[in-house]
Structures are given as C-alpha cells and as structure tokens.
C-alpha cells in the first residue's frame, strides 16, 4: 500500500533508527508535537466559556440542552482520536469502535439505572410497616427495571449493577477484554486490510443483535433509559449536572490527547505508523507486529469505552440502535473528514461533523429556497454529507486538517 | 352447528350461481309440501327433506340452511315461501327464495317466522351435510369434508360412512375414508373399530390426525395413597426422578392433601397480619429487614399459634412418601391408547423426517436470497477487489424500479418482465457511472474506496427516503408467483421462494458461462489477474473494469426486485443484506463465484439450523451466526474455496 498521508510531524521524527551510528537529537515532547499546548489551551478556553455561558453555573446565555450536547460532542471527539490512533496512524480500519464505546455505556447505564431504583423503591418502601429484606428489595429493583420486557428477575450479568466501583471497573473490563480475544484471533490469523473491516463490522453486528434480544438482560430494544438522573445528586438541578460532565469529558479528552500523542510521538508511535505502511517489512524487522496492532486496538477500545461511559450520562439513554455497524461507519467518516494521521484532525472532524449534523437535522438550519423548489435539511443533510464525503476522500485525503499544513508550512 | 354456520358463505355462493332454468323452480317444491314446511314436526320432516332432495331443485341447500336457521317465512296471503332479513325500521325484507332478489317489504308483525324445534333442526343440519357430502360438485364435496374436519363430531360418522360407497372421484373417496376414521377414531362406539381406525392413522402427519390421536392419549395429573388398578395409567411419576420434589409437594398442595409451604411472601404476610405496637412476635418491627429476624418473629408466632407452622422438609419427605404420583390417560380403555402411543409413533417418525425436508428447504431458500444478494459483491469485491458498501443501495435501486414500474403498468406479469431488465439497466448505468467518477481513481487505495463508497451509499438511501417517502412499498407478485407450493401440512414452500432459488441458479449458470466461455469473461479474468499484462496484450482495462463493476450492480439490481417481491421495498433493504452479503462472499472464499455459492449455502442451512433449536428467537440465531463466521475465518481466511497459487494475490 502506498503512503498516503503522514502527518508533518511523522515527516521529522527518526524512522527504524536502530541502523544508523548515531540516532539523531530526540527533542522534547512539547517541541515535538507542537499541537498539545495549542489543543490543551483552546479546549481550557472553550470549556471556561461554556461554563460561564451555562446555565448552570454562569450568566444562561446556553441553554442546558446546548451545554449537553457540547459535552457529548467532547466525548466523541475523544473516540475520534482513540479512531484516529488505530485508523489514521496504525492502519487498522476497525468499524468496530463504536460498539465499545456502546459497552461503554451499557456498564457505566447499569449503575445508573439499579442504583436510581433501588433509592427509589427504597424510599416508596419507607413508610411500609416491616422494612423491606435485601431479598425483596432487589426483587423489586428487578421487577421495575425489567418489566417491560416481562421479566421480574435480576440477570446475572446485573450481579455487580449495585457496585459503582465494580462497574467502573467493568467500563474499562468488558470492552478491553473483547478488543484483546477479538484481536488476538484476527492479527493472529493474519486478517488485514478490508477483511479486518468486513471483520468488524460483523463483530458489531453480532453485538448489537445480541442486545436487542430480550432474554439477555438489557432490556432488548429498549435500552436503558433515565440515565442522566445520577444516583445521589438527585437534589442537584441538571443545569449543573451537565456543566459538570462537561469539565469531566473535557478533562478525558485532554488526558486522551495527551496520552495519545506521547504514544505516537515516540519509537511506537515509529514502529505502529512503519506498520500502516508496509506491515511485512516491518515483521521482516524483527517487530512482533501482531502484539503492536493487539496494544492500539485494546488501547484504543478501553479509551472509547471510558468515552462512552461519559457520553451517555448526558445523552440520557442507550439502546442496541447506537451500536449499529453504522455508527462506527460514520466515526471513520468524521476522522477522515478531519484528516488521518493527526489528532487533532479527528477532534476537528467529529466536532464539525456531529454538532453540523445535529443543527441542521435538528430543524436550527433555514430552509432555502430554490425557485420552486424547497430545500429541507432535515432531508438533504445525508444526501449532502454522503457526496461531500466522497468528495473529500477523492480530492482532499488530508480532509480538513491538511488545511493547517499549509499554514504551518508557510510560516517561517 | 358451527359447521353449518361455516358453510353459510358457500352455500350462499353456489344458491346465487345454481343455474335456474331447466329445472322445477324450488318455490314450486316448496308448495308441493306447503303445510310440514309451515308447520314440521319430527315424525314429518323425514319424508319433507326426502321430497326436497329428490326434486334437487337449485338453491335447495339455502333453503335448508334458512329453514334451519329459522329465517324462513311464510307468505300469509299467497302461502308462498320467502327468506327474511331485517331492515330499519321493524320491516323486513322478503327474498325470493328462487331469484335472491328482494320481493317486498312487510312489517315484522304481519308475517309469522316458520320456528322448527330443536329436534327438526338437527334433522335440517344432517340433511344439509349429506347434501354437501353427495353433491355433483367435487369441490363442494371437498369443502363439505373440510368443514367436519374443522369441526368434527359423532353424528357425522353414519353421515360420512354412507356417502362413502357413492363417491366417483378416488381422490375425494381417499380423502373422505381418512376423514371417517379420523372420526372413528375419537367417536365410534365400538372399541374394535376406534382401533382400527386408529391403525388407518397411524404414520398421517397431517395437523388433525395428530390431534386426533393426541386427543385420545391426553392425561391428567392424579395423585392416590396406592396405584389405582381401575385408571388407564400413562406413567408412575417418582419424587425426585420424574417430578422435582417442590412440585410434586405442590401437587399434594393444590390436591388440598398436605398444608401450603410458607416462602417469603405467606412469612412477610403473616408477619403483617399480626403487628402491635411496632411489634412482632415478641420483636420489634424496624429489626424486619433481617431475614432471620423475620423467621424467629415467625417462629414466636407460630408458638402462640397465631400462625400455621413451617413446612421442614422432612414434613415434605413424609408426606410425598404417603402418595404415589402418576398421570393418567383421559380414555380409560388401554388397548386405545396403546394403539394410539404406537401409531403417533410411527407417525412422529415421519413427522421429524418432514420437517427436515421443511427445514431444508427453507434453508435452500434462505441460501439462494443470500446468493442473489452476494453474487453481485463476489464480482466487484471477488473478482476486482474493490469493496463497494453502495452494493445494497444498487438492490434497493432495482427494487425501486419495479415498483415504479408495477404502478405505471397495473398488469403485474408484464411490469415484471419489463422490471427485470429496466432494473439491470438502471443499475448497470449507475454502476459504471460510480466506476468512472469515483473508483477509477481509488483502485490503489482499497480503504478509501470502502469510505467513499459507503458515503454514494447513505447518499443514495436518503435520496430514496425523499423521493419515495420512509414507508414500505409493496412489490406486488403476479397471481401465479402468489401462492405456495405444498406436499402436506408440514412441508410448504410459497412460488415465490421457488422462484428466487430458480433465478439464483439462472444467475450461477450465466455468469459462470459469461466468465469460462465468452471473450469479455476471458479479458476480465486477464485484467483481475495481472492488468498490466493484460494491457499489453491489447485489452483495454479500464473499459474491462468498467464493464465489470456495471455486470456486478447489474444483478443487484436484478436481486433487487427478487427480494423486493419476497421481502417489501424501503430505503433501508439494501443496507439490511450488505453485511451478510460481504461475510457471504468472504466465507465462500473470494474470486470465485463457487465460492460465493458455497458461502450462501453455509450461511444460509447454518442460520436455518440455528434456529431450529431455538425457532422463537431469530435475532438469536443470527447473533451465533455471525460469532460462527468470525471464528470460521479464523481457521480459514481466505474462505471455503481459497484460490491457491499466483492469482490468490495479495
């Protein structure tokens, strides 16, 4: 495969240095990934004046629902990035992300939902002449939870829901240990390139089938709902609650961005973007390529997952709809609208792309007219982002982050 | 009497459509026997219907059928006969029982409705079925016989068994024998003949002659301090072997021969019933959230006997040891109900036989929509490699094209035979021009042309939800392709899944002969395998290349309408087959059409097979489907039939 785009970065830095007497000077972190102060000082910036224009904390000018979905945009720029390491630098298209990212919030929405319900059923229970056994209690937790799908008992994948530790813990557990078992038989039977893609695209696939039966004990099509009543903060107004997952999703991206960009910068980074591009001359090396491919993509599934952990809270509710094998098809697409190979180019493209998607979707945009003709966006947005999508990849490889080349090229 | 109720909108249906001329018109009939129709009793209507049946006149089976039905009344003036509706108003509308036509109006009150009793009535009703039952008509004959299947009974059985001897048609005589011992075999008085009636069934998967046998073996449950000798035992249930212990205890229970267990809601209730003063059997009532609070507050109440006692298991051992637990045969004869076990044994035997055959075939057509689907991918992404995510928006696009053609040509047959080519056009045209404006330049960068695509594709769905709207149009089959082709009850197959299976084929022969034995298929093998050399030795790639992608979107169109008539046709049926078609082309192995065949196949008799073990969860079967192909890549990359050597390529 040919190379397509090296970030400018990539262009500099010691490539299979190990031949040469002396490995050129390695410079400092900062100074070689110039991006980090510019992305971590906007993302202060914004964050800061979201927070003054909430609702919440500062003068109202956002509307809560606003400050939602800045949030969540945060959260997808951080699985854009966590996209971008393994697409757009290591060369593994997953169509995959997004179902971890799901799971992801399947295990932090587990909590949510047993803890609010047991406060709940706890308090309805207070004025009850015998206070109410553990037995019972989880029982009608159980039957409130899973009486839409004509359940009354708690499924043993719920065994830990009481448990916030445990099911943080699980956050990072479930979608790590599937990325690790999936990837180990994929890079292990040497499946690459558009098989990989097809490849998880049906692990997706499967996913989101098995959670949208009801006998598996995530409520089947329902999903789980009422996700942003967090347990505890109840006396909390959600005006607050959103400017507070905001500095926590801000927070996760910082540190994702940080993290990410140390591991490109140095020798791995070399070694994972050396197998993007010839991936047998690099085993022929002497790199055990296989346990590369399997640190990103595990890496990469946790970061998601932790993204998702963060974006349901606010979304309020998941269902087995989100993890369609569509979604992650439309998170390659927001990467590679911001541009591969570099992070900042993913953050560009899944924040103009989503918060685009959901203005003109959302009825914000106004319709224009053309003689007789009415453009609705709410119907042509698709038709739009499909064939601009197109053209990007025919005619702008570097999609919209190569911009910044030109301007970083032509200072001096 | 149901039966007759049933037979109303066919017996109305031929009354209209009896020819009226050449024969005694039946008012005349009627008038012949005026006053035992006005008036019959049981000792008369005997000879009345005789009279009826040998003058045959159109239209007498209504006739019975009203009489029966007490709708029948008599002219007061002229004596003449006529059927009565109501009408608004306290009127009633009198129809003449020879044309069907309205004659007049009269008020309810001036005209008395004929009102045989319960006895002549059945006389009417037997009547009515031997009518049926010896008709000229075979088809009211066979409709007469599915009618007492429907609804059988013991009196039908002289009925049946005399209208066996006069029936011409073999087809209809085998029919009615089955359905005489069916009858037999529930009703007959004489244990001889339900036995052999029984035999006659044994090895008939039809649904009523399992029923009918089922029926004859039902149990109930029984419980007794030793076996009753005088019970047709089916089987002695042991405690603990053949019935959990709980439920036999809960036998005993519901028997009222042993006291209720306590669980935790009769404790929790219990409890309830006798807290004072925040307190509970001797404890106080906030200490209730301990399980072993609970039961010591129980056991104190029990002491003062405020309470029934706990069931302890050894309660539960002596009083299941007291009981034997058995089920019994409904019918008390056991020489019926053996013969009855043995012949649904013979029977179940063929019955799972059937249903494999069913299953099979059901698996058979499931592989051949996944073939249709995938055959246009094992082109473009088999043979050029280039992975095309619009794939499943090209068969939406053909499935479009019929229906757009079904509304401008209402002949269905002939919109057919024009869609099909219209809709290999309309996808061959969009196919080349995807080619030529966006994969041409891409063939080096085979994840970009997977992106680009998928963008043409959610592009091209939008634009369908626009210009066709979000709900589901039908893609209506002709009459011909509508119905289903059946052997018996468990083995039926619709036309149009036939069809499909047969255009599949169509598609594996053509294209095979397209690609071994035709020049463009030689070239576009060439090109596949090494287009550098291809091009110097005079072929164009570029055109072949072109030709090729048209040829692979072409047959989607193609399947398009195919699945657009078994499934319906919305924006989103392409994207529902696009995974299953690429795991289709990526398990049988790519570059091969046999491969895809093969890979359809696996698929197809896999999902089927799943869901035989678990038929109520579809989603089920497809999730493991799924998880199986993951897996079987693991152990065979390249697919069931891998290429070997040079052309295996990258």
């Given at each position: 495969?040919?190379?397509?785009?090296?970030?400018?970065?990539?262009?500099?830095?010691?490539?299979?240095?190990?031949?040469?007497?002396?490995?050129?000077?390695?410079?400092?972190?900062?100074?070689?990934?110039?991006?980090?102060?510019?992305?971590?000082?906007?993302?202060?910036?914004?964050?800061?004046?979201?927070?003054?224009?909430?609702?919440?904390?500062?003068?109202?000018?956002?509307?809560?629902?606003?400050?939602?979905?800045?949030?969540?945009?945060?959260?997808?720029?951080?699985?854009?990035?966590?996209?971008?390491?393994?697409?757009?630098?290591?060369?593994?298209?997953?169509?995959?992300?997004?179902?971890?990212?799901?799971?992801?919030?399947?295990?932090?929405?587990?909590?949510?939902?047993?803890?609010?319900?047991?406060?709940?059923?706890?308090?309805?229970?207070?004025?009850?002449?015998?206070?109410?056994?553990?037995?019972?209690?989880?029982?009608?937790?159980?039957?409130?939870i899973?009486?839409?799908?004509?359940?009354?008992e708690?499924?043993?994948?719920?065994?830990?829901?009481h448990?916030?530790?445990?099911?943080l813990?699980?956050?990072?557990?479930?979608?790590?240990?599937?990325?690790?078992?999936?990837?180990?038989?994929a890079?292990?039977?040497?499946v690459?390139?558009?098989?990989?893609?097809?490849?998880?695209?049906?692990?997706?696939?499967?996913?989101?089938?098995?959670?949208?039966?009801?006998?598996?004990?995530?409520?089947?099509?329902?999903g789980?709902?009422?996700?942003?009543?967090?347990?505890?903060?109840?006396?909390?107004?959600?005006?607050?609650?959103?400017?507070?997952?905001?500095?926590?999703?801000?927070?996760?991206?910082?540190?994702?961005?940080?993290?990410?960009?140390?591991?490109?910068s140095?020798?791995?980074?070399?070694?994972?973007?050396?197998?993007?591009?010839?991936?047998?001359?690099?085993?022929?090396?002497?790199?055990?390529?296989?346990?590369?491919?399997?640190?990103?993509f595990?890496?990469?599934?946790?970061?998601?997952?932790?993204?998702?952990?963060?974006?349901?809270?606010?979304?309020?509710?998941?269902?087995?709809?989100?993890?369609?094998?569509?979604?992650?098809?439309?998170?390659?697409?927001?990467?590679?609208?911001?541009?591969?190979?570099?992070?900042?180019?993913?953050?560009?493209?899944?924040?103009?792309?989503?918060?685009?998607?959901?203005?003109?979707?959302?009825?914000?945009?106004?319709?224009?007219?053309?003689?007789?003709?009415?453009?609705?966006?709410?119907?042509?947005?698709?038709?739009?982002?499909?064939?601009?999508?197109?053209?990007?990849?025919?005619?702008?490889?570097?999609?919209?982050?190569?911009?910044?080349?030109?301007?970083?090229?032509?200072?001096? | 009497?149901?039966?007759?109720?049933?037979?109303?909108?066919?017996?109305?249906?031929?009354?209209?459509?009896?020819p009226?001329?050449?024969?005694?018109?039946?008012?005349?009939?009627?008038?012949?026997?005026?006053?035992?129709?006005?008036?019959?009793?049981?000792?008369?209507v005997?000879q009345?219907?005789?009279?009826?049946?040998?003058?045959?006149?159109?239209?007498?089976?209504?006739?019975?059928?009203?009489?029966?039905?007490?709708?029948?009344?008599?002219?007061?003036?002229?004596?003449?006969?006529?059927?009565?509706?109501?009408?608004?108003?306290?009127?009633?509308?009198?129809?003449?029982?020879?044309?069907?036509?309205?004659?007049?109006?009269?008020?309810?009150?001036?005209?008395?409705?004929?009102?045989?009793?319960?006895?002549?009535?059945?006389?009417?009703?037997?009547?009515?079925?031997?009518?049926?039952?010896?008709?000229?008509?075979?088809?009211?004959?066979?409709?007469?016989?599915?009618?007492?299947?429907?609804?059988p009974?013991?009196?039908?059985?002289?009925?049946?068994?005399?209208?066996?001897?006069?029936?011409?048609?073999?087809?209809?005589?085998?029919?009615?024998?089955?359905?005489?011992?069916?009858?037999?075999?529930?009703?007959?008085?004489?244990?001889?003949?339900?036995?052999?009636?029984?035999?006659?069934?044994?090895?008939?998967?039809?649904?009523?002659?399992?029923?009918?046998?089922?029926?004859?073996?039902?149990?109930?449950?029984?419980i007794?301090?030793?076996?009753?000798?005088?019970?047709?035992?089916?089987?002695?249930?042991?405690?603990?072997?053949?019935?959990?212990?709980e439920?036999?205890?809960?036998?005993?229970?519901?028997?009222?021969?042993?006291?209720?267990?306590?669980?935790r809601?009769?404790?929790?209730?219990g409890?309830?019933?006798?807290?004072?003063?925040?307190?509970?059997?001797?404890?106080?009532?906030?200490?209730?959230?301990?399980?072993?609070?609970?039961?010591?507050?129980?056991?104190?109440?029990?002491?003062?006997?405020?309470?029934?006692?706990?069931?302890?298991?050894?309660?539960?051992?002596?009083?299941?040891?007291?009981?034997?637990?058995?089920?019994?045969?409904?019918?008390?004869?056991?020489?019926?109900?053996?013969?009855?076990?043995?012949?649904?044994?013979?029977?179940?035997?063929?019955?799972?036989?059937?249903?494999?055959l069913?299953?099979?075939?059901?698996?058979l057509?499931?592989?051949?929509?996944?073939?249709?689907?995938?055959?246009?991918?094992?082109i473009?992404?088999?043979?050029?490699?280039?992975?095309?995510?619009?794939?499943?928006?090209?068969?939406?696009?053909?499935?479009?094209?019929?229906?757009?053609?079904?509304?401008?040509?209402?002949?269905?047959?002939?919109?057919?035979?024009?869609?099909?080519?219209?809709?290999?056009?309309?996808?061959?045209?969009?196919?080349?021009?995807?080619?030529?404006?966006?994969?041409?330049?891409?063939?080096?960068?085979?994840?970009?042309?997977?992106?680009?695509?998928?963008?043409?594709?959610?592009?091209?769905q939008?634009?369908?939800?626009?210009?066709?709207?979000?709900?589901?149009?039908?893609?209506?089959?002709?009459?011909?392709?509508?119905?289903?082709?059946?052997?018996?009850?468990?083995?039926?197959?619709?036309?149009?899944?036939?069809?499909?299976?047969?255009?599949?084929?169509?598609?594996?022969?053509?294209?095979?002969?397209?690609?071994?034995?035709?020049?463009?298929?030689?070239?576009?093998?060439?090109?596949?395998?090494?287009?550098?050399?291809?091009?110097?030795?005079?072929?164009?790639?570029?055109?072949?290349?072109?030709?090729?992608?048209?040829?692979?979107?072409?047959?989607?169109?193609?399947?398009?309408?195919?699945?657009?008539?078994?499934?319906?046709?919305?924006?989103?049926?392409?994207?529902?087959?696009?995974?299953?078609?690429?795991?289709?082309?990526?398990?049988?192995?790519?570059?091969?059409?046999?491969?895809?065949?093969?890979?359809?196949?696996?698929?197809?008799?896999?999902?089927?097979?799943?869901?035989?073990?678990?038929?109520?969860?579809?989603?089920?079967?497809?999730?493991?489907?799924?998880?199986?192909?993951?897996?079987?890549?693991?152990?065979?990359?390249?697919?069931?039939?891998?290429?070997?050597?040079?052309?295996?390529?990258?």
């Open positions: 495969m040919t190379l397509i785009n090296r970030p400018p970065v990539a262009a500099t830095a010691p490539i299979l240095a190990q031949g040469t007497q002396t490995p050129p000077p390695r410079r400092g972190f900062l100074r070689e990934n110039p991006s980090i102060p510019w992305f971590l000082g906007l993302l202060t910036i914004f964050t800061l004046i979201v927070s003054v224009l909430s609702e919440g904390l500062g003068i109202g000018a956002l509307s809560t629902s606003m400050v939602k979905i800045l949030g969540m945009t945060l959260c997808l720029c951080l699985i854009a990035i966590a996209m971008d390491v393994v697409w757009g630098y290591c060369g593994i298209l997953s169509l995959g992300h997004f179902a971890f990212f799901g799971l992801g919030g399947y295990a932090i929405g587990m909590w949510l939902m047993y803890a609010r319900t047991e406060i709940v059923i706890r308090e309805s229970l207070t004025g009850a002449v015998l206070p109410p056994t553990e037995a019972e209690l989880s029982e009608a937790v159980a039957a409130q899973f009486g839409v799908v004509g359940s009354s708690l499924p043993l994948i719920w065994s830990f829901a448990s916030l530790p445990a099911q813990a699980l956050v990072v557990l479930v979608p790590g240990l599937l990325a690790l078992v999936f990837g180990w038989l890079f292990r039977s040497r690459t390139g558009v098989y990989l893609s097809i490849l998880t695209q049906a692990m997706t696939l499967a996913l989101a089938l098995y959670l949208f039966q009801n006998d598996t004990g995530l409520r089947g099509n329902n789980l709902s009422g996700l942003q009543n967090i347990p505890g903060l109840f006396d909390i107004p959600q005006a607050v609650l959103a400017v507070w997952f905001l500095w926590a999703s801000a927070l996760a991206l910082g540190l994702g961005y940080l993290l990410f960009a140390w591991i490109v140095g020798k791995f980074g070399s070694v994972i973007r050396a197998i993007r591009d010839n991936e047998a001359r690099v085993r022929f090396l002497g790199y055990n390529v296989e346990g590369y491919k399997l640190f990103v595990t890496l990469t599934a946790i970061i998601s997952a932790i993204a998702g952990a963060l974006y349901y809270p606010q979304a309020g509710i998941i269902n087995p709809a989100e993890l369609a094998p569509i979604a992650s098809i439309y998170l390659a697409v927001w990467v590679a609208i911001g541009g591969r190979g570099r992070l900042y180019g993913a953050v560009i493209g899944a924040a103009t792309v989503s918060l685009l998607s959901s203005w003109l979707t959302g009825g914000g945009a106004p319709n224009i007219e053309i003689g007789a003709f009415r453009l609705m966006w709410a119907d042509w947005w698709l038709v739009f982002l499909g064939l601009g999508f197109v053209a990007v990849t025919l005619f702008f490889p570097k999609g919209i982050g190569g911009l910044f080349d030109k301007i970083v090229r032509k200072a001096p | 009497m149901s039966i007759f109720a049933r037979l109303l909108p066919l017996c109305l249906a031929f009354a209209l459509a009896a009226l001329a050449a024969q005694t018109p039946l008012q005349d009939v009627l008038q012949a026997n005026r006053a035992d129709i006005a008036n019959p009793s049981r000792g008369t005997g009345v219907i005789a009279a009826l049946m040998a003058a045959d006149a159109p239209g007498t089976d209504e006739f019975l059928r009203q009489w029966q039905d007490r709708t029948v009344i008599e002219e007061p003036q002229t004596g003449l006969f006529y059927y009565a509706t109501e009408v608004e108003g306290r009127q009633l509308a009198l129809i003449d029982v020879d044309s069907g036509f309205e004659a007049a109006r009269v008020g309810s009150r001036d005209v008395t409705a004929i009102r045989p009793n319960a006895g002549v009535r059945r006389e009417i009703g037997a009547a009515l079925v031997r009518f049926e039952l010896s008709a000229p008509d075979p088809a009211r004959r066979l409709a007469a016989l599915e009618a007492i299947g429907r609804s009974d013991a009196e039908q059985i002289a009925l049946l068994a005399a209208s066996i001897p006069d029936e011409p048609d073999t087809d209809i005589r085998i029919r009615k024998e089955r359905l005489l011992d069916l009858l037999n075999a529930r009703f007959a008085t004489e244990t001889a003949t339900r036995i052999a009636a029984i035999a006659g069934l044994s090895g008939d998967v039809s649904t009523e002659a399992r029923r009918a046998l089922n029926q004859i073996l039902a149990t109930e449950p029984g007794a301090p030793s076996l009753p000798q005088d019970r047709n035992i089916a089987r002695v249930l042991i405690p603990g072997q053949d019935l959990s212990r439920d036999a205890y809960d036998r005993l229970v519901a028997a009222s021969l042993a006291p209720a267990r306590a669980d809601n009769s404790i929790r209730d409890l309830l019933a006798h807290v004072a003063d925040g307190m509970v059997g001797g404890l106080p009532t906030h200490r209730m959230s301990d399980p072993s609070a609970r039961l010591a507050a129980y056991d104190a109440l029990v002491a003062q006997g405020l309470v029934p006692p706990l069931v302890s298991e050894a309660d539960i051992d002596q009083s299941l040891a007291g009981y034997a637990f058995f089920d019994a045969y409904l019918e008390p004869d056991a020489t019926l109900t053996d013969a009855a076990r043995a012949a649904i044994e013979q029977t179940d035997t063929r019955l799972r036989l059937f249903q494999w069913a299953i099979s075939l059901d698996a057509s499931l592989a051949s929509i996944f073939f249709l689907a995938a055959i246009g991918l094992a473009t992404f088999g043979v050029m490699r280039v992975i095309n995510m619009a794939h499943g928006e090209f068969i939406m696009m053909g499935a479009y094209t019929g229906y757009v053609v079904q509304t401008m040509i209402p002949d269905y047959t002939v919109s057919l035979i024009i869609a099909l080519p219209l809709a290999f056009a309309v996808a061959f045209a969009a196919g080349v021009a995807m080619e030529r404006l966006v994969i041409r330049h891409l063939y080096t960068r085979p994840l970009e042309t997977l992106l680009a695509t998928f963008g043409i594709s959610i592009a091209l939008q634009m369908a939800k626009n210009i066709f709207g979000t709900q589901a149009r039908p893609l209506t089959a002709p009459d011909w392709l509508a119905g289903a082709i059946s052997l018996n009850d468990v083995v039926s197959i619709s036309t149009i899944r036939v069809a499909i299976f047969v255009l599949a084929l169509i598609f594996l022969v053509a294209l095979l002969v397209m690609l071994k034995r035709t020049r463009l298929g030689l070239e576009v093998r060439a090109v596949t395998q090494n287009p550098g050399m291809a091009a110097s030795m005079g072929i164009n790639p570029d055109r072949i290349n072109m030709l090729t992608f048209g040829l692979g979107s072409g047959i989607a169109g193609v399947a398009g309408v195919a699945i657009g008539l078994y499934a319906q046709v919305t924006s989103e049926m392409g994207a529902n087959y696009i995974v299953q078609s690429f795991m289709t082309v990526v398990v049988g192995g790519v570059g091969n059409v046999w491969g895809t065949l093969a890979g359809a196949g696996l698929i197809g008799f896999l999902q089927k097979g799943i869901e035989w073990f678990n038929p109520s969860n579809t989603l089920a079967a497809q999730t493991y489907m799924v998880l199986f192909i993951i897996l079987f890549i693991q152990f065979r990359p390249r697919g069931i039939i891998a290429l070997k050597g040079r052309a295996a390529g990258e």
